[in-house]
């Protein structure tokens, strides 16, 4: 079945370290999406990418990283530098010719320990 | 800047009701508007993804309206169950030359049985 994985499901961070969180689609979509869900807040776009090898920033980019090397693949790394990560982080893509609605993954929630 | 709100916040209802959840946007030039479906701790699913040039679509015992000039859409669910407690949250496809994804901060509802 075509979907979208988010792994791992619960990651656990120091303080100070950077961890990587990873999304994979097999639905052949040319856009990938990376969303910080926190209650009351609703979701907010971090990085997103329309293309292999091109990516924007969104709204809270800082303390992010992200690279698309393949189009399967938009792995979003949370640094050192993002002083409040505990967040429910979402992962999605969708078709860059807006046609069709997004998919999302089942979502990854960091906590810094 | 595209804003999304969602009225009311929080809705509980007793099995069987009939009910209407609303959201309102502020700028009318979207490409399409989508609903999702969140459960505690999962990701997104999608229910009902509505064109900018349709007036509503429907699946099952959801219905989903749009209406582009006044900035609104309603999601109808009929002969409600326990099953349908979760969050609802609606989101439009900016009509901007990104076309991001902007979501309200949900409708989280509550099926009493």
């Known amino acids: 079945d075509g979907g979208i994985t988010q792994s791992p499901k619960y990651l656990f961070r120091k303080e100070g370290q950077n961890v990587t969180l990873s999304c994979e689609q097999n639905l052949n979509h040319d856009a990938m999406y990376w969303y910080r869900q926190d209650p009351g807040q609703g979701l907010r776009l971090i990085y997103y990418s329309q293309i292999v090898n091109d990516f924007q920033k969104g709204d809270i980019a800082e303390g992010y990283s992200v690279s698309r090397e393949k189009k399967e693949s938009f792995p979003l790394t949370v640094t050192s530098a993002q002083k409040n990560p505990t967040a429910f982080y979402l992962c999605a893509s969708g078709d860059r010719d807006r046609a069709y609605g997004y998919t999302f993954g089942s979502g990854t929630r960091l906590t810094v320990v | 800047k595209q804003e999304v709100t969602q009225i009311p916040a929080a809705l509980s209802v007793p099995e069987g009701e009939n009910l209407v959840l609303n959201c309102s946007f502020t700028?009318?030039?979207?490409?399409?508007l989508q609903w999702f479906r969140q459960d505690p701790g999962k990701g997104l699913t999608s229910l009902l993804l509505?064109?900018?040039?349709?007036r509503e679509q429907t699946s099952g015992r959801l219905n989903a309206s749009l209406d582009k000039s006044s900035g609104r859409s309603t999601l109808y669910i009929a002969a409600s169950q326990p099953g349908d407690s979760a969050t609802y949250l609606c989101a439009v496809r900016d009509g901007g030359s990104q076309g991001n994804l902007i979501f309200g901060k949900g409708t989280k509802l509550s099926v009493k049985p």
């Open positions: 509505i064109q900018s040039s349709q």
């Open positions: 700028d009318s030039a979207i490409y399409n």
